[in-house]
C-alpha cells in the first residue's frame, strides 16, 4: 500500500495511507515506536449524513493525496459525489509541538440544509508489550487520553468557531472477541463511554448543520508526550489560539528549512524543481533528530515480511545526505555522523543497521561461515560513512569538525578498512554485500573501500598525520591495482569472489548494476577505461529491459519481492538513477534524461517513490516511500541539470 503521504518534525513520524488514513504513528523517535494498533489497522474517519452512514475506506470515496511541494503539509481531498460532500484535508507534524494537526474543511455540495457528522477514530498500541493500554475521557479541558507508562497521546479537537466536538466514546479494540469501538459510530451517535483498558480505541463526533452549499472547517490533534501534564500544556496552546497560526507557523519552517537550497534549484525546469522538493521533503521527514535516518517508514511490509525498513542502516544514511550536502543543507549530516560515530564498534567498524535510538538492529548475517568465524557486517557501510564524510568537506569546507571526528572515528574506520585485507589476495575480506544477500569480497564494496581510503588520506594530511596518510594512500592504490581480479572472461567487472580456505577463489560470475556504479563513482577510474565501458554494454543489453516496463534490474536471477518469475528481475528507482548518472557521465545525456524519465512516471501522485516495481504491470513494490531513491532521484537530476548549464557555458 505505502505512505503517499509522510510528515515528520524528527521525533514524531506520521504515515498517511492511500485512503488518507492514519497508519504509522512513531515516537518518540523517528521510526521508534510505531503507536499504531497492529499490523492492519488504522485511524478510521466516517461520516454521517442523510441518516445514512460511510467510512472513507469503504471504497466509495475519491481521494487525491498530495501534500504541499515546499512543506510537509498534506493536500488531501476525499469526495463522495452520491452523498455530496467533500473533505479537505490539511494534515501536518508541528515542528515546535509533538502534535499531528489535522485541518478538514467539510462541504455540503447538495442544495438543502444537511446534519453532518464526521466521526474521527484512532486505535493505539504503546509500547512493545501489548495490551494494557488505558484510554480515558478528562472532562477537565474535554479531551481524551491514551496512555501507559510514560507515552501520553492526548486526542482532541474544535471548530474554527471555537466550538468542541460534542461526543466521544472508548471501548475495547481486538480482544475478547471485540472489532472496536468504531462500529460504536455507524448510527450517528456516540456512547459517550468514559473509560476502557486493555486493547483500547476511541472515537470523537464533530457535529454541524450546514446550509446548501455551506463549509465549516474543524481541527483534530493527537498530542504526543512523556506525561499528561505536558500533553496538556501542549493541548491548550491548541485549543485556546488559532490553529491556522500553527499551520503558517509550519509552511514558514520548511520553507526556511529549505532555503541553503534555493540558489541551486534556480536552474532546473519547474518540474524538476517540483520533484527535488518534495524529494528533499521525503528524505527530511525521515530524519530523527538525533541522527538516525530510516530506509523507509512505511510499515506495510510487515504485513507480508519479517521485518519493517524503520531502521538506520549507514549505507542508505549516507546516500540520504548526499544531496542535502551538494545543495548546502549540512545539519542533519552533522547528526548523522555523530549517530555513526557513537555507534562505531571499537574495532573500527558499523554494524549491519541501528535502532533510531542507536541499538544494533536486526540482522540475518551470521557470524560464521563455513567453518569460519565472521563478522556480520557489510564492509561498504563504513567505507561509505568515510567517503560522505569527504563530501561534507568538500561542500562545507568546515576544518574543523572533520579534525573533531579524526580521533573518534575517520582514523578507527579507515585502520579498519585499510587491514581487513586477505593477505593471499591484497584485497579487502568477504564480507556480506550490498544487497545483504552474499558473503563475497564484492566488486562494489571493494570500490567503497577506495574510496574510504582516499578521503582518509585526504584528511590525515588535513590534520597533520602525515604516516596515516601514507599508509591509507598506498592501501588505496594497491587495492585499485587489483581490479582486475573481478574481470569476468567476457570483459565485464563480475559480482565478485569468496576466497576459499583451500586458497582457490571462487567466483560469483553474476552481472550486477552495483559491479558498474561501485567502479565507476567510487574507484577513481577514469571513464574511458576499457573495463567500465565493457560492463556498461553488459548492463546495457542484459539489465536494461528486462521486463515491458523497463527500467534497471539490479542483477539477473533478482529474486526479491519477484513475483513474475519469468522475468529476471523487478527493476529498481536506484538501478536506474545509477544507469542515467553514469550516461550522463560519459556524455549520453539523452539517454540518460529517457532513464530518468522513466523514473519520474514511476512516482505516486504526491511524489512518493517505491524500492522497486512489478516488470509486467509497473505495480509499485515493497515499501513507498524509500528514502534512497529519492536520494538518488535529486541526484541525477543535479548531475543532468549541471551537466547541461556547463555544456551552454
Not at 199 to 204: A, E, R
Not at 252 to 267: C, E, K, N, T, V
Request: charged share 25%.
Amino acid at each position: 500500500m505505502g505512505r503517499p503521504v509522510v510528515l515528520s518534525n524528527g521525533q514524531l513520524f506520521v504515515g498517511l495511507d492511500e485512503n488518507g488514513l492514519v497508519h504509522d504513528f512513531y515516537y518518540p523517535y523517528v521510526g521508534l515506536d510505531n503507536l499504531t494498533n497492529a499490523r492492519s489497522s488504522q485511524h478510521k474517519i466516517g461520516l454521517w449524513v442523510d441518516g445514512k452512514f460511510h467510512w472513507t475506506d469503504d471504497q466509495t470515496w475519491d481521494i487525491k493525496l498530495d501534500f504541499e511541494d515546499e512543506a510537509l503539509i498534506s493536500s488531501l481531498t476525499m469526495q463522495q459525489t452520491d452523498l455530496k460532500i467533500l473533505l479537505q484535508f490539511q494534515d501536518f507534524v508541528d515542528p515546535v509541538y509533538n502534535t499531528l494537526v489535522r485541518q478538514v474543511t467539510v462541504t455540503n455540495q447538495s442544495d438543502k440544509e444537511r446534519d453532518i457528522r464526521i466521526f474521527m477514530h484512532q486505535v493505539f498500541q504503546i509500547g512493545r508489550a501489548g495490551r494494557a493500554d488505558t484510554a480515558m475521557y478528562v472532562p477537565d479541558d474535554h479531551y481524551l487520553l491514551d496512555y501507559k507508562g510514560r507515552c501520553c497521546l492526548l486526542i482532541a479537537g474544535k471548530f474554527e468557531d471555537g466550538t468542541d466536538f460534542d461526543q466521544y466514546a472508548v471501548g475495547s479494540y481486538g480482544v475478547e472477541d471485540k472489532v472496536g469501538t468504531f462500529v460504536d459510530a455507524e448510527d450517528g451517535e456516540l456512547s459517550g463511554n468514559p473509560v476502557e483498558h486493555g486493547g483500547v480505541d476511541s472515537v470523537l463526533r464533530f457535529r454541524k448543520q450546514l446550509s446548501a452549499e455551506q463549509s465549516v472547517k474543524f481541527y483534530y490533534w493527537i498530542v504526543a508526550a512523556d506525561s499528561q501534564s505536558d500533553a496538556q500544556v501542549i493541548h491548550s496552546r491548541l485549543k485556546y489560539y488559532p490553529l491556522a497560526d500553527r499551520l503558517t507557523e509550519t509552511r514558514r519552517h520548511w520553507q526556511a528549512w529549505l532555503s541553503p537550497a534555493r540558489s541551486s534549484l534556480q536552474g532546473l525546469s519547474d518540474e524538476h524543481n517540483k520533484i527535488v522538493t518534495k524529494s528533499l521533503l521525503i528524505i527530511k521527514a525521515h530524519c530523527d533528530e538525533r541522527g538516525s535516518i530510516l530506509a523507509s517508514g512505511d510499515s506495510s511490509i510487515f504485513n507480508y515480511g519479517r521485518d519493517y525498513y524503520c531502521y538506520c542502516w549507514p549505507r542508505d544514511a549516507a546516500f540520504a545526505i548526499w544531496p542535502l550536502i551538494r545543495l548546502g543543507i549540512f545539519e542533519e549530516a552533522r547528526k548523522f555522523f555523530a549517530f555513526a560515530r557513537d555507534t562505531l564498534h571499537r574495532d573500527g567498524y558499523l554494524m549491519h543497521k541501528y535502532q533510531p535510538d542507536r541499538a544494533i538492529g536486526s540482522t540475518w548475517h551470521p557470524l560464521i561461515h563455513g567453518r569460519n568465524k565472521e563478522l556480520a557486517i557489510q564492509e561498504d557501510e563504513t567505507a561509505i560513512v568515510l567517503f560522505m564524510l569527504g563530501e561534507y568537506y568538500r561542500f562545507s569546507k568546515d576544518t574543523t569538525f572533520i579534525e573533531n571526528y579524526y580521533e573518534s572515528f575517520i582514523a578507527p574506520a579507515a585502520h579498519f578498512i585499510s587491514n581487513f585485507i586477505d593477505p593471499q589476495t591484497g584485497l579487502p575480506h568477504a564480507s556480506y554485500d550490498l544487497w545483504e544477500e552474499r558473503f563475497l569480497t564484492n566488486t562494489y564494496t571493494v570500490s567503497c573501500v577506495i574510496a574510504g581510503l582516499d578521503k582518509a588520506s585526504q584528511f590525515a594530511e588535513l590534520t597533520n598525520h602525515p604516516e596515516d596518510a601514507a599508509h591509507w594512500r598506498k592501501s588505496a592504490e594497491m587495492i585499485r591495482s587489483k581490479l582486475d581480479t573481478f574481470m569476468h572472461p567476457d570483459g565485464f567487472f563480475c559480482k565478485g569472489f569468496l576466497l576459499e580456505t583451500d586458497g582457490t577463489l571462487k567466483a560469483d560470475d553474476a552481472l550486477d548494476i552495483s559491479s558498474l556504479y561501485g567502479p565507476y563513482m567510487f574507484a577513481g577510474l577514469d571513464l574511458s577505461d576499457a573495463r567500465l565501458t565493457s560492463t556498461f554494454e553488459q548492463v546495457a543489453k542484459r539489465l536494461e529491459n528486462s521486463g515491458p516496463i523497463g527500467g534497471i534490474i539490479r542483477y539477473e536471477g533478482d529474486s526479491y519481492f519477484l513475483d513474475k518469475k519469468q522475468y529476471k528481475g523487478n527493476p529498481w528507482i536506484i538501478c536506474s538513477l545509477w544507469m542515467a548518472q553514469y550516461l550522463n557521465a560519459t556524455n549520453r545525456p539523452l539517454e540518460a534524461q529517457k532513464l530518468l524519465k522513466w523514473a519520474i512516471d514511476r512516482q505516486l501522485p504526491s511524489g512518493a517513490l517505491s524500492e522497486q516495481f512489478d516488470p509486467d504491470t509497473g505495480k509499485a513494490v515493497s515499501v513507498t516511500p524509500l528514502v534512497w531513491s529519492h536520494a538518488e532521484m535529486v541526484n541525477t537530476i543535479l548531475d543532468l541539470t549541471n551537466s547541461s548549464q556547463s555544456k551552454t557555458v
